[in-house]
């Protein structure tokens, strides 16, 4: 019924198909920014930018204060900064402060999104590229 690309789209969605290669726990903060190429949770807090080349999973008790750039982002918990991504989905809890550009998004009632979203063409890349300060 779906393509083997739509099936591993709505597989992305769903936090226990990913695997996690790092978890930063609660009660640890992080300040910096983090870069890798597979995927990533965040439990505790981070000030500084993400940019992961697969998924990103903010927990429920985590803040992050600073842009993240992924494949697929799950969002449980709090962001502040500006968001790039393929898939977003943003859980009840979830509460994003930034603008937005992905290809696809799901917001389930009670999550919140303050600020620009711009959704692109699935046929057209999405820089995952950090800000040049």
Partial sequence: ?????????????????????T??????????????????RVDGKIKGNIRIGKGVIIGESA???GDISCETLIVYGHIT??????????????????????TQFSVDMGGQLIGAVTVADAREPILLESKAN
Avoid: H
């Fill in 81 to 102: 900064g500006d968001v790039q991504c393929k898939t977003l989905t943003l859980k009840s809890a979830g509460k994003l402060y930034g603008n937005v550009s992905m």
């Fill in 1 to 21: 019924m779906f393509n083997a690309k739509q099936d591993k789209v709505r597989k992305l969605n769903r936090p226990e198909d990913f695997q996690i290669s």
């Fill in 63 to 65: 803040y992050v204060d």
């Fill in 23 to 40: 978890v930063i726990a609660e009660g640890i903060s992080i300040e910096g920014d983090l870069i890798g190429a597979e995927s990533l």
